[in-house]
């Protein structure tokens, strides 16, 4: 499982992690421990290359909204900006 998190006040995806990411994954979690998300995307910080991070298309997809089922949580130029591995 893949989530982002908005501002409150302004509605921009928030940065969270050590390099400010906006993307988290969210693993299946062992029986008995407790359940939370990794910082992902975006991963260019100025200082290095990014290092390549795969999120399955299927994953965009959902986060787009592109499936009636599922709202979307990013706009496309969000998603897509996200994809570079730049700030949303």
């Given amino acids: ?19 400010n990411q906006q993307l988290a994954k969210f693993p299946v979690a ?11 995307l975006p991963v260019d910080d100025g200082e290095r290359s990014p290092p ?12 787009r909204g592109d499936n009636v089922q599922h709202a979307a949580l990013l706009t496309p130029a969000e998603a897509r900006n996200l994809k570079k591995g730049k700030m949303a």
């Fill in 1 to 19: 499982m893949y989530g982002v998190l908005r501002d409150d006040v302004a509605g921009r995806l928030r940065r969270i992690g050590t390099r």
């Fill in 30 to 40: 062992a029986v008995g421990h407790l359940w939370h998300g990794y910082p992902l």
């Fill in 52 to 63: 390549p991070r795969r999120v399955p298309r299927e994953v965009w997809a959902r986060l």
